[in-house]
């Protein structure tokens, strides 16, 4: 238990160091376990099946969306009832949500086993790709379970204070789908199946690790599952079902900018593809303190700790500014020698470094939205968060792209990229400010 912090008392400046450094990691790591999986499908098997993979990748991704959405839920709740020092409360939930999440994943793996050629043929998938796009995305289908398994238990380590455990776990299966990925895909002979076997058998591995880690060392209240109370379906549910939307919304969010973006061309298009790639890894850190404030905020909102959540706020905010603050001047120092690790052609380069180099300056802004809305979100305000995402991409970042696209052409894409994070960010402050997210309590105070 020594690596589980009390978040309710001690120095919130070197908590929040030494608990975001650590999912800061994970979150990276989890980057490079995606992008192993492209180079090894691209280099070995060819860019049909690359295109394949990736087409597929959607899907997953909308499902790991939607899994993100439900671990979001459950660091409230748990951390909500680590703060209250509640330990059967604790293991009630912990309990509910295993039940429901294996219930979920049991029937989103069978659903998309069944229907995975509809769902290929609704995103237009070309026939030369089809047969590899669907071995593929079956059997991930089949092996949802571990996706869903090993996210969950490193959102418990962390809603009880751990954020360094789980960086066991991702590790164990980014080195292992490394090493296998090119034996199952060469080495067996099985392609793009082998991609997806290794896939799943990283995730699986561990899975089982992390598991039998936590139960043998005691680290989190988990029991054999039973059928959860009424009372505890409804909750998670009501937390959980906003919070997956909102993880939809800024799915779908994206996917309307892009659909901007390809007005202009492929050299637009690539030169933008490049630079979000790169504003993937660049704003983990970001997303990470979200995650690591939405955990200490929890655990004193429990106990109605107002002035201590207060104080994480302000020290998060700084915090976030001040680190994506040097990322964003880095940034526009070295952004055509980032953008040129994924493209040669000079138009795409030129637009994706003036990209970067305007959207960089705004990286301050947009964390401050991961922040705050980590904070309300600790409080179990999904619906709120939810609207200020809804905010954030439909009322502002999507409307203003084409705003100053259709004014000032492909580099308007950037500038009203860039205004949409700065307005976001006061629309988040004054939520946080003024909204009555403090006034919502998902336990009572005697229970």
Known sequence: MKQQHDFTEGNIWRQLIYF??????????????????????????????????????TIIFTVLSFVIGLNNAALTILSQQKGRDNEEGLKNYLNAFVVIL??????????GFVFTEKLLLLLGTPDDMMADASAYLQINFLGILFLFGYN????????????????RFVLVAVI?????????????????????????????TAFFYGLIYVL?????????????????IKLILSLGIPSGLQMSVISAGSAAILSVVTIFGGNTVAGFSAAQRLNSLVML???????????????????????RVRKISIYGVIYNFAIML?????????????????????EAVRFGTQYLQIIALCFPFLGINFILNGIVRAAGAMYQVLVLNIISFWVL???????????????????????SFIISSLAAFLYYRFGKWREKEIFSQTG
């Open 285 to 307: 850190p970001a997303q990470a303190l979200g995650t690591a404030v939405n955990s200490m905020a929890g655990q004193n909102i429990g106990l109605r700790y107002w002035a």
């Open 102 to 111: 294996t219930v979920m994943a049991l029937a989103l793996g069978t659903l």
């Open 20 to 57: 975001s450094g650590p999912i800061m990691l994970t979150s990276l790591l989890q980057t490079s376990y995606q992008l192993a999986d492209s180079l090894w499908v691209g280099n070995l098997l060819g860019a049909t099946a690359l295109g394949a993979v990736n087409i597929s990748g």
């Open 326 to 346: 040097v990322i964003g001047l880095l940034v526009v120092v070295f952004a055509e020698s980032g953008i040129r690790l994924f493209i040669d052609e000079e």
């Open 176 to 204: 292992m789908n490394i090493l296998i990925n090119p034996l199952f895909i060469a080495g067996f002979g099985l392609g793009v199946e082998g991609a997806a076997l290794a896939t799943i058998l990283a995730q699986g």
């Open 397 to 419: 970042r999507f409307p203003l792209t084409w705003l100053f696209s259709w004014g000032f052409g492909e580099i308007g894409i950037a500038v009203g990229m860039g205004a």
């Open 216 to 232: 043998r060392r005691k680290l989190a209240p988990f029991s054999f599952p039973k059928l959860p109370a009424r009372e505890e």
């Open 152 to 167: 969950f238990i490193s959102t418990v380590l962390r809603s009880l204070g751990d954020s360094k455990t789980p960086l």
